[in-house]
């Protein structure tokens, strides 16, 4: 027997095919409340989408522990080998739109929701190590240069490359974007990381920096441009159905975790000021340490309620782990919450893809779609007397030394080219081919002549292989160096 067709207040509905009318020509009459609400509740039924990261697939999975890692940190959940901890992944592109292509050349967004037993940790990171600037207060005009022109509303190469050529700290990150590694064959055939550095705390209170690597265990594998092209014109949700189909045929995917640790008194001493996300620390100076295996065995329910609604912070941690003094990660701490605020709500943490399998004890009230107890009839505010909640002095986070005078200054490091030559001299010549006509073809369109050998002098600094390659390609002369 087939359930009840009500309305959202639980009235069963007599008739959802036709509309309450004024004879059998109407007009449809407002008392119709049926239609009311169904035209209301579909002209509501779109949150605004993510400003970036908006196309994007998700799934649930959990995370083993295999090795022992308590001597660097207190996280419970990384407690013990063989631990398990259930979590959500979101994957998805940066600049497109809802609608957009999977295939297109872009970073991919990695983010991992941990459901810990002390609450959630969200580690929200990219298919790449680095990233285009290091400062977070150039975020929104970098983003603007990836989206679409105000007049004309379409994709501005001008502004992209006029923003990159302006911002040399971005060259490493190009140079992996437009290498064979800025189109994966499948979010499975990719790697990801935590990109920035972050802290870990042991129980001693003793702290290390540490960066976090996810390598797929399916092997790494990328899309050629015109086979992307073909695909993105074709099932331009490719990505998004074939994680679908793989976990739902049984073949679940897996990453497991590394790490690299760096001592707290390397970070006055390395080659690289370690908190530049635009840099790399070499895995020769800090090898890679397993942490554990991450592996997705149950598709979404929902998109909506869970890839759509899933919110990820990476100011969400847990006792264990912390942030570090990042320019970059600083400022994302206090965005992505506020982003969640705006696009799904104050009480997004609520819904049930974001809830803490932890029990939640606060102060805060309120709010828009507040869909628990609201707190009920307890103390709803703090110092108090009346044994409400109170703080637990063996979690604060621990401290670091800090310097300098209070204005705004760049890092003290700006060497933004050694890396970037080195990972084109790491390539072989068929990659480097492949990379110097991806670049070719991107920069074409770019009116200016200036903004082209603006450019092009970045990547001459690179390697002067790199540099000219660039120039002979777009019938340049590569300028002098002075």
Do not use: C
Not at 324 to 350: C, E, I, T
């Amino acid at each position: 027997m087939s359930k009840k067709l009500t309305t959202s207040w639980g009235a069963p509905v007599g008739d959802n095919q036709n509309s309450i009318t004024a004879g059998s020509r109407g007009p449809t009459l407002i008392q119709d409340v049926h239609l009311l609400e169904k035209l209301a509740h579909f002209n509501r039924e779109r949150v605004p989408e993510r400003v970036v990261h908006a196309k994007g697939a998700g799934a649930h999975g959990y995370f083993e522990v295999t090795n022992d890692v308590s001597k660097y940190t207190k996280a419970d959940f990384l407690s013990e080998v063989g631990k398990r901890t259930p979590m959500f992944i979101r994957f998805s592109t940066v600049a497109g739109e809802l609608g957009s292509a999977d295939t297109v050349r872009d970073p991919r967004g990695f983010a991992v929701k941990f459901y810990t037993e002390e609450g959630n940790y969200d580690l929200v990171g990219n298919n790449t190590p680095v990233f285009f600037i290091r400062d977070a207060i150039k975020f929104p005009d970098f983003i603007h240069t990836q989206k679409r022109h105000p007049q004309t509303h379409l994709k501005n190469p001008n502004a992209v490359w006029d923003f990159w050529s302006l911002s040399p700290e971005s060259l490493h990150q190009v140079t992996i974007l437009m290498s064979d590694r800025g189109i994966p064959a499948t979010l499975r055939h990719m790697h990801g990381f935590g990109s920035h550095t972050f802290k870990w705390v042991n129980k001693e209170g003793e702290a290390v920096w540490v960066k976090y690597h996810f390598k797929t265990d399916q092997g790494v594998k990328n899309l050629a441009p015109d086979v992307a092209a073909k695909i993105a014109g074709e099932n331009p949700d490719y990505h998004t159905e074939d994680l679908f189909n793989a976990i739902d045929k049984g073949d679940f995917p897996s990453w497991t975790l590394y790490v690299q640790i760096m001592p707290v008194e390397d970070a006055d001493t390395y080659r690289w000021d370690p908190f530049d996300v635009t840099k790399v620390w070499s895995q020769k100076d800090y090898p890679l340490i397993e942490v554990g295996k991450m592996t997705l065995n149950k598709n979404p329910e929902n998109y909506f309620a869970e890839v759509e609604q899933v919110t990820l912070s990476p100011g969400n941690f847990v006792p264990g782990i912390e942030a570090s003094p990042d320019k970059m990660l600083q400022g994302r701490l206090f965005a992505y919450s506020d982003a969640h605020r705006y696009r799904v709500g104050a009480n997004h943490n609520a819904l049930p893809i974001n809830r803490p399998k932890a029990e939640v004890n606060n102060y805060q009230r309120d709010g828009f779609m507040r869909p628990d107890s609201n707190g009920g009839s307890s103390v709803y505010y703090e110092p108090n007397s009346l044994s409400g909640p109170k703080e637990s002095p063996q979690d604060r986070t621990t401290g670091f030394p800090v310097s300098g005078v209070a204005e705004s200054v760049s890092y003290d490091h700006n060497d933004h080219y050694t890396q970037a030559g080195d990972l084109y001299r790491l390539m072989s010549e068929e990659e480097r081919a492949r990379l110097v006509e991806t670049i070719v073809g991107a920069m074409k369109p770019v009116e200016s002549d200036e903004i082209k050998l603006r450019q092009i002098q970045h990547f001459y600094k690179a390697d002067p292989e790199y540099g000219t390659r660039i120039a002979k390609g777009l019938g340049l002369q590569v300028p002098v160096q002075a």
